[in-house]
């Protein structure tokens, strides 16, 4: 059985477990928004992990779960936790929302089976050049990248690539955007910020899912093309296949990051080369699988219900 | 040799290894911690095959290449911004956060306290991580659990409580609650672990050191603490609890460190 958590109407979610009922495998749904009224009882003996959780009905034992897929969210933020009007939020239901979520990213942790993805692997997205290094330590190029807090570097930097491009290195998202020469860089000083040679071509969105590969290359004229529908540009999207040794370093990387899916920002140049830019451990893969036709979710549910 | 040593000015194990490297002569031992850092100048580069490169520029000079580091530093958000929205603050604590992690993996094992996941100097485990990691490496693990109810899922009979088995403690309505639990302990040790040697008052058998050490080798941690337990009618000495960023700061432990760090700058 497979056991889906978070929230239910998130795309992601909500494509698995469509595509789990499609398929006929038995699944199980922890809707975070309910959380509070949901129970849930791990034990460490002699024989390892056991548990079971209450959603909703009778207990189901930990063990007969075969895989989780969760996207779970700061509790804090969810609209049951929050002041309504002048009437503070209930601090009980929040405590015990935090206890059961707290204990579940615990499961997460240390559940045997299969689980996408564990909290702990999502460790490499806090800091990009970080997992830059993981990335070319598997054979995949990434771009020649500068992080400074001097803006002389900057200016040096620019003139040995011509055309660089600034974005954060941490897990906060950012909107890539192109460096013009002259532009003021005082900001720089107070934070190191990177930079990094842009490489022209067309931006491949790789998801791995175990071991499956589904490729989808992007048409954009944007700098950022998750933005550039909201610039005004035009984003188009087909199913496309990676030269085989691509495709396998994407799947060592994905692994070596203790990922069991991911979601992977690649560039095929003009002359064929791939650049990674990085590895997104916890992918809102469905924009590409409605956009690109790809099957992620229905690979993504036989993979948790261990059916191959 | 020239020694990095990081952490805040009062940590004891930062300040005894550096007076010992001092004693032992021969060193050039540089002391900063993370609002020293976040003062450098900063060059960090990045080839497309993965040559990465880092300068950091201070009063002591160039830091980023030094023979050896002990890192003791604790969580970026010590990084103040004065001045800054809360927006902003939280936006450069994580951005540093992401460029201390990068230094820091990209020096390997000159490390001692290397970054791990998103922890500066870890790992940071959770309980239960820290549980399977031990029985994976060999350790028995002491019975324990969790219940986010124990009107539905009661702890069992004799059970002692041990709350930080739940991340966040709550009352689960009338009558209820949520609670962390583990078998009663008759007795309890700590092991203290600096590279190969193992340090305690107790000795739990060789099994139980070898078991220990791979612990470390697989948290990729030479400096790690445990605390192991006996229940109830069990001569088994039963892992309890990690900390990977234990206090070295005297006698033999504290001499092991200095060797390590020796040994680590060769």
Aim: with cysteine; hydrophobic share 45%.
């Amino acid at each position: 059985m497979i056991l889906f958590a978070g929230i239910p109407s998130e795309s992601p979610i909500a494509l698995a477990i469509a595509a789990a009922e499609q398929l006929g495998l038995p699944h199980v749904v922890l809707n975070q928004r309910h959380a509070a009224h949901c129970q849930l009882r791990l034990d460490w003996g002699d024989a390892g992990l056991s548990g079971a959780i209450t959603i909703g009905g009778s207990p189901i034992d930990l063990g007969s779960i075969t895989g989780i897929y969760a996207r779970m969210n700061d509790v804090g933020v969810l609209p049951e936790h929050r002041a309504r009007g002048r009437a503070p939020p209930d601090a009980a239901a929040l405590h015990r929302a935090q206890a059961l979520c707290g204990l579940f990213d615990d499961l997460l942790e240390v559940f045997p089976g299969c689980v996408v993805n564990r909290p702990s692997a999502m460790g490499s997205n806090m800091s990009k050049p970080g997992q830059a290094q993981a990335i070319t330590a598997h054979g995949l190029k990434t771009p020649s990248t500068l992080i400074t807090n001097d803006s002389e570097a900057v200016r040096a930097f620019q003139a040995e690539h011509g055309r660089i491009i600034y974005k954060s290195i941490s897990a906060v998202r950012s909107i890539v955007h192109e460096w013009q020469p002259g532009t003021d860089l005082a900001a720089v000083a107070r934070l190191p910020t990177q930079f990094q040679a842009m490489v022209p071509g067309v931006n491949i969105r790789t998801h791995v899912v175990g071991d499956a590969v589904f490729a989808s290359a992007i048409a954009s004229d944007a700098i950022d093309y998750r933005y550039g529908e909201r610039q005004g540009h035009e984003t188009q999207m087909q199913a496309t296949e990676l030269p085989p040794e691509i495709a396998e370093r994407c799947i060592a990387l994905t692994r070596a990051l203790g990922l069991v899916m991911s979601g992977i920002d690649l560039k095929r140049t003009p002359d064929g080369e791939f650049y990674c830019f990085e590895v997104n451990p916890s992918p809102a893969y469905s924009y590409f699988e409605e956009m690109a036709g790809q099957p992620i979710s229905s690979t993504l549910a036989r993979l948790l219900a261990g059916v191959t | 040799m020239r020694a990095l040593i990081l952490g805040h000015a009062l940590d004891p194990t930062a300040n005894a290894a550096a007076a010992a490297l001092h004693q032992r002569g021969g060193w050039q031992v540089i002391r900063h911690d993370i609002a020293g850092l976040a003062g450098a100048r900063w060059h960090q580069r990045l080839a497309a095959d993965g040559v990465i490169t880092t300068r950091i520029e201070t009063a002591d000079g160039d830091i980023g290449a030094c023979d050896v580091v002990l890192n003791r530093l604790g969580s970026a958000q010590a990084l103040a911004f004065p001045g800054w929205s809360p927006v902003d603050r939280a936006y450069g604590q994580a951005e540093w956060l992401a460029l201390l992690l990068s230094w820091l993996i990209a020096l390997g094992g000159r490390v001692i306290g290397a970054p791990a996941g998103s922890e500066l100097c870890g790992p940071a485990n959770r309980p239960w991580l820290w549980m399977a990691a031990a029985a994976r490496a060999g350790l028995v693990v002491h019975p324990g659990g969790a219940t986010t109810s124990i009107r539905q899922f009661p702890p069992p009979r004799g059970s002692a409580e041990r709350p930080e088995l739940l991340a966040a403690a709550a009352s689960a309505g009338p009558g209820d609650r949520a609670t962390g639990h583990a078998a009663a302990v008759v007795a309890q040790c700590e092991l203290l672990l600096v590279g190969d040697a193992v340090f305690g008052g107790v000795d739990p058998g060789p099994a139980v050191r070898a078991a220990a050490l791979a612990l470390a080798a697989a948290q990729r941690t030479p400096l790690l603490a445990l605390t192991l337990a006996q229940a109830v009618d069990d001569p088994q000495w039963r892992f309890v609890a990690a900390d990977a960023a234990p206090v070295v700061a005297e006698g033999a432990p504290l001499a092991a460190l200095a060797d390590l760090l020796q040994a680590r700058a060769a």
